[in-house]
């Protein structure tokens, strides 16, 4: 089978101080030229021998199968982006080359490629000419796009009225359908809900059926493990390893998630007396787990709501509970405020789970934030095995016991 894309010793250096480092679009850039020409001219021109240099990815190699989806992950600063941006075509490379086969699209950042002033419907068709289409062609496809987006409501409506969440939809529906050969996706499915990365997903795995090759970048391990049929990860500017998606993602936990501990934010009015979680039964294929919290202040502070989510080694987050106006409680000075929550599961798979707390109030805001706390346990058994997948699993909303008091 013939690679869709091949990358060959790819590098990417960037003088520090210089304009390009910070990266301009398009538009930024004909505006620039347009009302100060020959100082951007100058600007060009420029290249300080004495100036500090980076590399922002150096001497990158591999190649994606026609059909495949390849995930990329690493921490902030690897050189994801720049990547993206190098196969793109946004910017070009220091040295090293690039070979695609087939008609590519692009999904970077919240609105890439709409015109603010031009409305839903006239963006999917500008998109669809960037990309080789006829206007037949696009039209065809249009109910279908619209559909999936769901802004039908919105179509002729300039898309510099949409929410982000909404740009989202319409980006992803276009160049989802719109037949690239080659999708590359960037972090943007963070902005959409549960139900919507769902559908996408399912839109991803479809599209390789008929031979689309995807890159998805995504720093949610789970969404990686569900649509990805390689990995590679970056660290550095360099390939630090490339292989089966589960052995790639097995690495990054190791190197980065950092599960061990605390990360205490802004906790000036409180200490945290407890913050634990535990399996209390498994029976009838049901999984019941108690969350309790215990909060000292060390001054008063009224309008006080506890919210707290569950997330997998993956980073998925499964569970999430936003506090009530009934679970809302003024705590003066000394005072210890306690939660209890209690829910059934019934879709947690075997393994570990970490919790997220949040403790906030309408005046102060955030009064506390808690992040990788390792809450409890799912044991191995056959009962449970037999009703869980380790297919993608939408948030979990169970129902959700909770008392709250102040003493």
Not at 232 to 247: C, K, P, R, Y
């Amino acid at each position: 089978m013939k690679s869709a894309i091949s990358v060959s010793s790819l590098s990417k250096q960037y003088q520090i101080g210089s304009e390009s480092i910070h990266g301009q679009t398009f538009r930024e850039m004909l505006v620039g030229v347009m009302s100060s020409p020959f100082s951007r001219f100058h600007n060009l021109r420029r290249n300080d021998p004495h100036a500090e240099r980076i590399w922002a990815l150096k001497d990158v190699s591999f190649e994606v199968e026609q059909g495949e989806i390849l995930g990329v992950v690493g921490k902030n600063g690897a050189g994801k982006s720049t990547l993206l941006k190098l196969l793109s075509r946004i910017t070009a490379p220091t040295s090293g080359e690039i070979v695609y086969r087939g008609r590519l699209a692009a999904l970077l950042e919240v609105g890439t490629g709409f015109h603010p002033e031009l409305t839903g419907r006239e963006n999917i068709f500008l998109n669809g000419t960037i990309l080789g289409m006829g206007r037949n062609e696009i039209r065809a496809k249009l109910e279908r796009i619209v559909e999936f987006a769901e802004v039908a409501e919105f179509l002729d409506t300039p898309v510099k009225r949409y929410s982000s969440g909404m740009l989202v939809r319409l980006a992803f529906s276009v160049s989802a359908h719109l037949e690239p050969n080659i999708l590359i996706i960037d972090e943007v499915l963070a902005v959409g809900d549960i139900s919507f990365q769902k559908k996408c997903i399912e839109q991803m795995q479809g599209l390789t059926k008929l031979g689309c090759t995807v890159l998805v970048v995504s720093h949610n391990m789970g969404i990686v493990q569900t649509v990805a049929d390689r990995c590679l990860l970056l660290e550095n500017g360099s390939v630090d390893a490339i292989g089966t998606t589960q052995d790639v993602v097995e690495c990054y936990l190791k190197k980065y998630s950092g599960r061990h501990g605390l990360t205490i934010e802004d906790c000036s009015s409180a200490t945290v007396m407890e913050f634990s979680g535990f399996v209390e039964k498994i029976e009838n294929r049901q999984i019941r787990i108690i969350i309790r919290v215990k909060l000292e202040f060390v001054e008063s502070v009224d309008e006080i709501k506890i919210d707290f989510a569950i997330e997998n080694t993956s980073g998925l987050r499964l569970v999430q509970h936003v506090a009530s106006d009934a679970e809302q409680k003024n705590v003066s000075r000394g005072e210890t405020l306690r939660a209890e929550y209690n829910m059934d599961c019934t879709q947690l798979l075997p393994g570990e789970y970490f919790g997220v707390l949040y403790v906030y109030s309408k005046i102060l805001g955030v009064v506390l934030h808690l992040e990788e706390v390792a809450l409890f346990s799912v044991p191995r058994s056959k009962e449970l095995m037999e009703i869980c997948s380790n297919h993608f699993t939408p948030a979990i909303i169970p129902e959700i016991g909770f008392s709250v008091s102040v003493s």
